[in-house]
T-cell receptor, first 116, second 113 residues
Framework: DAGVIQSPRHEVTEMGQEVTLRCKPISGHNSLFWYRQTMMRGLELLIYFNNNVPIDDSGMPEDRFSAKMPNASFSTLKIQPSEPRDSAVYFC??????????????FGEGSWLTVV | DQQVKQNSPSLSVQEGRISILNCDYTNSMFDYFLWYKKYPAEGPTFLISISSIKDKNEDGRFTVFLNKSAKHLSLHIVPSQPGDSAVYFC????????????WGAGTKLIIKP
């Protein structure tokens, strides 16, 4: 069974450019998470979707960040314009109904973003 | 405000011995705890979890212990194997959220042959 699929795995872009990260959650999962991992702040939840609806976007750093989930099998995280401090690993994760009843979340392999 | 703390950035253990990874927390509202393992260039993978109503959960070589009075949990790996070398993250959920996990900074475990 396929896990969470993210693309691109690696992205190097120049400051000011738009970056779009993509995610395909595990089939049948109705909860989707976007996380960011940095050395300074560790793993941070950026946004949480349930049934394709954004439930909590309080972790999105600023207006330059936006996320969409047009259907149950696809989500994007967009940064426009990108800045060097956005350099990090971005993880997409999915689960069946969040963390209810002892569920766990399954992570993709991450998208490594470098903004120069 | 670090609600979940993993105070040891790294730990080195001889193959075959027991590895003990520790995690401390400050929020008494946490009701569910998880351990994840992460290899380089991969996403975290779920390892084992424990509910706050229990004090121990075991899965093969992995056992998690929860001491609520001390706000402390530990992950025991017995016996340690080379493939266990990875970064281990402790995470906690509060009872009023069904999606928010608070993560520790991770402990890098190195198993020496």
């Amino acid at each position: 069974d396929a896990g969470v699929i993210q693309s691109p795995r690696h992205e190097v872009t120049e400051m000011g450019q738009e970056v779009t990260l993509r995610c395909k959650p595990i089939s049948g999962h109705n909860s989707l998470f976007w996380y960011r991992q940095t050395m300074m702040r560790g793993l941070e939840l950026l946004i949480y979707f349930n049934n394709n609806v954004p439930i909590d976007d309080s972790g999105m750093p600023e207006d330059r960040f936006s996320a969409k989930m047009p259907n149950a099998s696809f989500s994007t995280l967009k940064i426009q314009p990108s800045e060097p401090r956005d350099s990090a690993v971005y993880f997409c994760a999915s689960s069946l109904s969040g963390l209810i009843s002892g569920n766990t979340i399954y992570f993709g392999e991450g998208s490594w973003l470098t903004v120069v | 405000d670090q609600q979940v703390k993993q105070n040891s950035p790294s730990l080195s253990v001889q193959e075959g011995r027991i590895s003990i990874l520790n995690c401390d927390y400050t929020n008494s509202m946490f009701d569910y705890f998880l351990w994840y393992k992460k290899y380089p260039a991969e996403g975290p993978t779920f390892l084992i979890s424990i509910s706050s109503i229990k004090d121990k959960n075991e899965d093969g070589r992995f056992t998690v212990f929860l001491n609520k009075s001390a706000k402390h949990l530990s992950l025991h790996i017995v016996p340690s194997q080379p493939g266990d070398s990875a970064v281990y993250f402790c995470a906690a959920r509060t009872g009023d959220s069904n999606y928010q996990l608070i993560w520790g900074a991770g402990t890098k475990l190195i198993i020496k042959p």
